[in-house]
């Protein structure tokens, strides 16, 4: 089981939103209206179909788990259960059962982030945001977010990434129309500039991934064909050393020298403040 992400949730070694739950807890029933959905929800969409279908089996059997709010100045924030809150909604029921619990705002976020995460239904881009906004927050590194959730810290470091996509790439794959791997393929696409135009590639040839990786691959080494006339042909140890630099440190890196080759500068690309400090921490490892 993977272990607690934050001192204040007081779950010790280990963290389930099901063991949110305490034998002492009191069910009551407070008025629908009274609940406001988790401002912390990482969820930005609800499956029309999956609510319909909870509102029926609300209709029939009644809502037979209590949703977890907080108490707040004007009625009652949800924790955790924003499905069953809006399925009750749409089933037209005045009350709903709860059980109030003494939640900060650190701990509101914790538990929305980690009951969607559990579920494994958000889209990539929420997924996303829901590692950042966890890394970000309890300020850990991916690889210790990683450890803690039971995923590989490349699963993490993946879904972080597509978070540097432009807004209207990042809408598609929420919304289903380009999938993650799309995402990715568009992620290591060099001119960037191309980067629109090859979208609604995509969208009117209906390219897959396997398509899409091959168009890119062409594009970057028109890229690099014209990068090449610019520049002189690298020797066979710097061609060496970069390899090695890219497999120690997983990203892109390239050695560049002066004229005489006798200076030069090493470039190493990073794709978000998270991935930064990952490449930080293994430079200060190497140093000790």
């Known amino acids: 089981m993977a272990k607690g992400l934050g001192k204040g949730l007081g779950l010790g070694a280990y963290f389930s939103v099901d063991e949110v739950l305490e034998p002492l807890d009191k069910i009551q029933n407070v008025k629908l209206k009274e609940c406001r959905p988790n401002p912390y929800q990482p969820r930005k969409t609800f499956d029309p179909e999956s609510i319909k279908e909870l509102k029926e089996s609300i209709e029939t059997h009644g809502i037979l788990q209590p949703i977890v709010v907080r108490k707040s100045i004007k009625g009652y924030d949800i924790v955790v259960g924003e499905r069953r809150f809006r399925a009750a909604k749409e089933a037209g029921l005045e009350t709903i059962p709860v059980i109030v619990k003494d939640y900060t705002e650190q701990q509101m976020m914790e538990l929305a982030l980690i009951e969607n995460l559990q579920r494994e239904d958000l889209n990539p881009i929420e997924e996303g945001l829901a590692y950042q906004t966890l ?89 690099s064909r014209e990068t090449k006339k610019k520049e002189k042909p690298k020797d066979v140890f710097i061609k060496q050393q970069e390899s090695r630099l890219r497999d120690r440190f997983g990203t892109a890196v390239a050695i560049k020298q002066n004229k005489n080759k006798n200076k030069g500068k090493i470039e190493i690309e990073f794709y978000s403040p998270d991935d930064l400090n990952r490449i930080l921490e293994l430079l200060d490892r190497e140093s000790l």
């Open 135 to 223: 890394i970000e927050q309890l300020k850990l590194t991916q690889e210790e977010l990683a450890g803690r959730l039971g995923k590989s810290r490349p699963h993490i470091a993946n879904h972080i990434r597509l978070l540097a996509l432009p807004e209207p790439v990042k809408t598609l794959i929420s919304n289903g129309d380009l999938t993650m791997g799309h995402g990715r393929t568009l992620l290591g696409l060099k001119d960037k500039e191309l980067l629109l135009p090859l979208v609604e590639k995509i969208k009117k040839e209906n390219l897959n991934v396997r398509q899409l990786e091959q168009i890119v691959q062409s594009l970057n080494e028109n890229v």
